[in-house]
């Protein structure tokens, strides 16, 4: 398949999914659901965890592979590197010189952290709902300077939790050695989604008459929030934006991105020899070889979600996860840990189970093909996350099965 084919070739793509205007049009999410490799025997709510990949962004990997395959030197020095982080700046509010180019979520974290200008005295806060890669960077980081790390909570009960209740508690956590603040936009331990913009004004609050090597920076793991809340984060106020792309957005395999205010980036310093020295930012980004057929391929899986448009794609969301918490709240023994409210949730829905242990529950469904998670935290709620590609009448299903069970 030559360039022409392959751009021919997603342009009829790209029609197809012009039906799904309506999140109500069933014909038109099945049109979505077509261009994916899913396993029609599974009933599957945890395809949040790795993304399957669509079809167009299939036939993109192909294209690049054949392409290395038959000259890997002109492969990866003819394409601009500069056009794939303008792709994805754009899709979330901001520049491509903003953009560094990381293999997931873990590793942004961890560079993050590592390159920040921190001094001993100095503090960082996070959370403890938090995961574990954005608590371990940060502690790695405090324990090389001499600094501390402080763990909090953002709320008293996730599931009655409130945009005030979250600022006003942050508000509170900061002090004058605060240097950075840890946040999950989505957290995927109990499906809340924080307020990054309120959370933001917080931060600048409390950076009234610092010195600007004492500035406060807000630094965020999107990764539950990427393409499954319609917001841009570069715009949210938040200092530093990191996330697998490999997930809501259904990017390729491997591919993640640091995003850094244009402002901020003087408190960071590059930790890891860079093979992409086009701006400060990109310059924090790993060097060595990468998987160029993913890297390259990742527009492809933003003009995806463009045609199929931000808002539709987070209405679907929001609308089965409002069926999977509204029937979740009627049946005996089910704790909510998820807020019902769209404002402060996304796309996962955690709860408590008191019949049966996590892992039994997970079990049980699994034996009847349907896949629900528990979320690898210290306290185990179980999850079902809802994208695109689930439905309405799958929802019904895991519902009926979770309220027969003994």
Known sequence: MNRRQLLLGTGLVAGSLAVTGSSASASGWE??????RTDPKLINFAHFYLASHPRPVRARIEYLSRSLDENS?????????????????????????????????????????????LRAGQEIVVHEQD???????AQLAADRAGAQLRTVSMFADSAK?????????????ITPRTRAVGVTWVQSSTGVRTPLRELAAVVAEANR????????????????????????PALTGVDVFVA???????????????????????HFVPTVPSFDPRT???????????AYEHLFALPEAVNFHQRLGRGQVTARITELQTQVKDGLAKIPGVTMRTPADPAVSAGVACFDFDRLPPDEVVKRLGAKGIQITVAPYATQHLRIGTSILNTPEEIGK?????????
Not at 280 to 290: A, D, E, I
Request: net charge neutral; with cysteine.
């Open 131 to 137: 995961h574990y890669s954005m608590r371990q960077s």
């Open 161 to 173: 939790t409130t945009v005030d209740e979250m600022a006003a508690r942050l508000r509170s956590d």
């Open 398 to 406: 895991v519902l009926r099965a979770l309220a027969d069970l003994r």
């Open 280 to 290: 400060p930012t990109s310059n924090l980004g790993p060097g060595g070889f990468v």
């Open 31 to 36: 049109a979505v659901r077509s261009q994916f």
């Open 244 to 266: 697998g792309t490999h997930k809501w957005l259904f990017g390729p395999r491997g591919t993640g991105i640091i995003w850094v205010k244009p402002d901020a980036i003087q």
């Open 73 to 117: 030197f002109e492969a990866v020095h003819g394409t601009r590197t500069d056009e794939v982080a303008d792709s994805i700046a754009g899709y979330i509010g901001g520049k491509g010189g903003d953009i560094a180019f990381v293999p997931n979520t873990t590793t942004g974290l961890g560079i993050v952290f590592a390159g920040l200008r």
């Open 209 to 232: 008459g610092r010195a600007e090597q004492d500035r406060c920076l807000l630094v965020v793991d999107g990764v539950h929030g990427l393409a499954a809340v319609n917001d841009d």
